[in-house]
Antibody, heavy 114, light 112 residues
Framework: QVQLQESGPGLVTPSQTLSLTCTVSGGSISSGNYYWGWIRQPAGKGLEWIGRIYASGSTDYNPSLKSRVTMSIDTSKNQFSLNLSSVTAADTAVYYC??????WGQGTTVTVSS | DVVMTQSPLSLPVTLGQPASISCNSSQSLLYYDGNTYLHWFQQRPGQSPRRLIYSVSNRDSGVPDRFSGSGSGTDFTLKINRVEAEDVGVYYCMQGSHWPHTFGQGTKLQIK
């Protein structure tokens, strides 16, 4: 079955760019009529969609983050990525990648601190 | 954004007893294709969310049949027939009919 795994730095300096990659295994990122997304969860808080990307490269971003978010997809590597610029402490969270709503990766904790 | 409101936010349940969680949306979740993209997730402590129910009432593979979902339009319910110890965690509803997709605040189920 399809599995997803997030990777990237666990610590990011304020004002810098957070970069994460999601590697998909057990299936092609290009198959099916799915989109791929990033969701985050600050410690002890709820869940927030950051954005989604289709195999074609088409994207939709949450308006609350739109000015700072860029997503990309590499079908040859079966990966998609997230860049979040100008980060602050408020961006500290567990970041999940997902194939639409199922399945999700295990999540990666990103802390924004100097 | 579509606001998803869950109740209760805390749900203490005796083992073997039923449990019910309500989720209301600020807009209808009926999509133009005729489907309603309302899903339910379980997040056990220290784990990532796992989808239990998709499109209101369809159980995901491997989900026990004691879990069921119902509703339409703006009002939805997740029911657990007989709560077991492994059901402890936080339950979220999520709407996928409008962008950005949004989640409810979460309902923490604990054993009395």
């Amino acid at each position: 079955q399809v599995q997803l795994q997030e990777s990237g730095p666990g610590l990011v300096t304020p004002s810098q760019t957070l970069s994460l990659t999601c590697t998909v295994s057990g299936g092609s990122i290009s198959s099916g009529n799915y989109y791929w997304g990033w969701i985050r969860q600050p410690a002890g808080k709820g869940l927030e969609w950051i954005g989604r990307i289709y195999a074609s490269g088409s994207t939709d971003y949450n308006p609350s983050l739109k000015s700072r978010v860029t997503m990309s997809i590499d079908t040859s590597k079966n990966q998609f990525s997230l860049n979040l610029s100008s980060v602050t402490a408020a961006d500290t969270a567990v970041y999940y990648c997902a194939r639409y709503s199922n399945p999700w990766g295990q999540g990666t904790t990103v802390t924004v601190s100097s | 954004d579509v606001v998803m409101t869950q109740s209760p936010l805390s749900l203490p349940v005796t083992l073997g007893q039923p449990a019910s969680i309500s989720c209301n949306s600020s807009q209808s979740l009926l999509y133009y294709d005729g489907n309603t993209y309302l899903h339910w997730f379980q997040q056990r402590p220290g784990q990532s969310p796992r989808r239990l129910i998709y499109s209101v009432s369809n159980r995901d593979s491997g989900v026990p049949d004691r879990f069921s979902g119902s509703g339409s339009g703006t009002d939805f319910t997740l029911k657990i027939n007989r709560v077991e110890a492994e059901d402890v965690g936080v339950y979220y509803c999520m709407q996928g009919s409008h962008w950005p997709h949004t989640f409810g605040q979460g309902t923490k189920l604990q054993i009395k």
